[in-house]
């Protein structure tokens, strides 16, 4: 039997909400994006929350929405998937990635304040596999030197730091929900932030700059709608949303059975020759459980999972070391050493609350097996 590397946990209620949107007059952003929208806020402690359709329309339009463009530098990570860059790249601004702590694989933060220049407007962090980078530091920095910060919560829904979430010290907190994300509708993001201002101007951007959006529009009589920004089309349909309002309410319990497996694969992965996990710092919201191993030996682990029939990932190669990067920023590729050698030897492993706790004693037994290998080779 296969294990996947990921399956969601969408119910036949979720589904049938789905349906009932299809049986409805209203498909785009309308009232179940509504229903969501103001669950989330709930859960987030938030003011507000704009559904899109994606956590890289997110970022991009958070960084529009505070005047970030050409000429412009935000200091991010370079242990992050592409799109934390690319949003900042498509904006005419410029990511500036300093490198990681080796443990957590978090941006370090006694690294950001050297990186800053004139130029520098927002610091990005990544809640990188759910822990939460130290904002409270960030914050520190982010005040001395008036700058904005942006957070790439895409894996981080759930966490907590210090007694601080989210978008609570932050100006705004970007969420994914891509199909393999804690929190799911197949493709869909949303921001969240206490700052009424900056939402109101993502909620114009993200719908063509209109000054209201289709359900204002087709409510009761015709009304004239004005453009009254150079907009984009990202906004979340009540097709999608429909999918997130139920498991809002399933949001706790899906991060409790994840800690648990968490729980499990920490304990029969300790004392493993070779091999050791990410540390976590503070609540971590669950999302991807990660080992790491020899950066020779990883590759191979990686095809011998899947002979094994187990899935696996990488989250992900350092991003500086990708063509594009190469060709358009040029960084040396041992200008950010320890985000280097944490790609090399990450690995990601099953981890979703569907799973067993016999699936992850199988996966471990493999990881176990396939490391003994090496060592009996050598
Ligand atoms: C998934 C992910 C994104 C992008 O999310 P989308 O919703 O697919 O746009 C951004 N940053 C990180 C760290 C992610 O894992």
Redesign the pocket.
């Known amino acids: 039997m296969k294990i996947e590397f990921y399956r969601h946990s969408l119910t036949e209620k979720d589904i049938q909400n789905v349906a009932d949107v299809l049986r409805s007059v209203f498909l785009t952003t309308g009232p179940v994006t509504a229903v969501f929208e103001e669950k989330f806020s709930q859960f987030a402690g938030l003011k507000q929350t704009v559904a899109l359709a994606?956590?890289?329309?997110g970022?991009q339009l958070s960084l529009l929405a505070l005047d970030i463009g050409p000429g412009d530098e935000v200091i991010t990570t370079p242990m992050?998937?592409i799109?934390?860059a690319t949003a900042i790249l498509h904006t005419g601004a410029k990511p500036v990635f300093v490198d990681i702590e080796p443990d957590t694989g978090l941006i370090d933060p006694n690294l950001v304040e050297s990186a800053v220049t004139p130029r520098t407007k927002a610091i990005m962090p990544?809640h990188?596999y759910g822990t939460m980078a130290d904002m409270r530091c960030l914050r520190t920095i982010a005040d001395r030197h008036g700058l904005f910060i942006i957070e790439?919560s895409?894996?981080c829904v759930e966490g907590e730091r210090d007694g601080v979430r989210p978008g609570h010290l932050s100006d705004v907190a970007c969420f994914?929900?891509?199909a393999t994300?804690n929190l799911t509708c197949g493709?869909?993001?949303a921001v969240a932030t206490d700052n009424e201002t900056l939402a109101g101007k993502i909620r114009t951007l993200r719908q063509h700059g209109m000054s209201k959006e289709a359900a204002d529009r087709y409510h009761g009589n015709y009304q004239h709608w004005d453009m009254v920004e150079l907009g984009w089309k990202c906004n979340m349909d009540d097709i999608h949303a429909a999918l997130l309002t139920d498991q809002m309410d399933r949001l706790e319990s899906l991060w409790k059975r994840r800690e648990e497996l968490d729980t499990l694969y920490r304990v029969a992965l300790r004392d493993v020759r070779g091999l050791s996990i990410p540390s976590i710092v503070g609540r971590s919201a669950y999302h991807l459980l990660t080992i790491q191993v020899p950066s020779d030996l990883r590759d191979d682990m990686l095809r011998e999972m899947g002979n094994r029939g187990i899935g696996v990932a990488v989250n992900y190669r350092s991003i500086h070391t990708l063509s594009w990067f190469r060709k358009h920023l040029s960084p040396k590729p041992e200008a950010f050493p320890k985000s280097l050698r944490f790609g090399e030897q990450t690995l990601s492993l099953p981890f979703y609350p569907l799973m067993a706790d016999e699936d992850v004693e199988r996966v471990a037994r493999a990881v176990k097996d396939i490391i003994s290998s090496w060592h009996s080779n050598s």
Do not use: N, P, Q, R
């Open positions: 994606s956590c890289t329309a970022i992050t998937f799109a934390t990544v990188l790439d895409a894996h994914s929900f891509y994300k493709e869909g993001g």
